[in-house]
């Protein structure tokens, strides 16, 4: 009879283990206090305005063993970094109005802690005499509502060794053009990446930087899904949502014109290797990973 008891008890127990880890399954708000179970209906799915919505484009995981394409999840975006190069290989976030506030960027870069044992942790001085900037993916001013959202954008997972005036002139002018769209009304998702290995910083051609420690990518790309801001964003892609992405050579002789970089998503998937946007329908990627943005 006892065993019994506990047979049944088992499935229960497991129920409210799996609740515990995530908040949305369970609520306290009954009477008693007790948590009041509700049993899954559908599949989990990524909430609205996840940094992962319209996919993880080289398919990055939490294993340690997966050192070239490890996933990290900061909370205001997603990176998959690569041990070996030293840097992200590309990162991941959405952009909306409630990412506006008032913190002044706080300019902490430094190591990011929560790198497995034992990987090299680039850190705030691994970029100095470079010829290199610090040059964000997520940058800096995306991410100003708390210190704690403006910090992140700081650790050195986030951050790649850009050609000053790349990341000055045509990069820094796209991201202010981001804001404008933001303000306009539209809500973002952005991915943006390093690829290739070789630039030209003010010191000179590099293939990498911080005795051979972190490499010097080619390119610089971003892609930006334009969405007017609403919800359920997955759906809302269709084959006429306008999508703006660059490729941008890692050399110090850009133009400050962001528009004369724009190429299609193909062709960044192409160079990469990755399938960007791969959350959306094949027939919505097909129509808009072709088009150039020409607005
Ligand atoms: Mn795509
Ligand atoms: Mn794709």
Known sequence: MLKRFYLFLLPLTIIVAACEKDNTLVSSTNPVGNYVIIPPVAPPTEATDSTLLMGNPSNATTNVADFSNYLIKEGYYSVSYSRDLGRPNWCSWHLGSTDYGSVPRQDNFRANPAL????????????????????????????????????????????????????????????????QLVQAGNELYIIAGAHGEGGTGTSGDAMSIDNGRVSVPK??????????DSSDDLRRVKSSTRVISVMMPNVNSLNTDWKSYRVSVDSIERATEYDLLSKLPTQTQTVIEARVDNQ
């Open 116 to 179: 497995p044992d034992g990987w090299y942790r680039v850190d705030n001085l691994s970029y100095s005499n470079s010829g290199f900037d610090r040059g964000h993916l997520c940058p800096s001013q995306d991410r100003t509502t708390s210190i704690e959202a403006n910090s992140s954008t700081f650790l050195m997972t986030n951050i790649v060794p850009q050609a000053p005036q790349c990341n000055q002139l045509p990069w820094a002018n796209l991201e202010s053009y981001c804001k």
């Open 219 to 228: 390119n610089l790309w971003k892609v930006i899904v334009v969405l007017k």
